[in-house]
């Protein structure tokens, strides 16, 4: 079982960054591949990042976000994060991270465990 906390959302001007942290519970978190997805309201969720299990040396982002974004982890503080720049309206979302045993996936329903988000809000 692993229970996963994300925070750092808030709100930002267009052109700013956020960083958002996820941290989880339990003892095999670097076992654990993660993956940050997001929900903008009346759309379906979708794909973010996703980094790879221990020392994370494999990362895959939505086009999207490719080269703003950047997934990084800290299995000695059982984290990941999601540095997020040169942010866009478009941005705008609930950001989720999740956790799925070994293999890293773009697939939302590959994962087991999820958190429960933290808005991120980009203005104007």
């Known amino acids: 079982q692993v229970q996963l906390v994300e925070s750092g959302g808030g709100l930002v001007q267009a052109g700013g960054s956020l960083r958002l942290s996820c941290a989880a519970s339990g003892r095999t978190f670097s076992r654990y591949a993660m993956g940050w997805f997001r929900q903008a309201p009346g759309k379906e969720r979708e794909f973010v990042a996703t980094?790879?299990?221990?020392?994370?040396?494999?990362?895959t982002y939505a086009d999207s976000v490719k080269g703003r974004f950047t997934i990084s982890r800290d299995n000695a503080k059982n984290t990941v994060y999601l540095q997020m720049n040169s942010l866009k309206l478009e941005d705008t979302a609930v950001y989720y991270c999740?956790?799925?045993?070994?293999?890293?996936?773009?697939?939302?329903?590959?994962?087991?465990?999820w958190g429960q988000g933290t808005q991120v809000t980009v203005s104007s």
């Open positions: 980094i790879s299990v221990s020392g994370g040396s494999t990362t």
């Open positions: 999740a956790a799925n045993w070994l293999t890293t996936s773009t697939t939302g329903s590959a994962y087991k465990y």
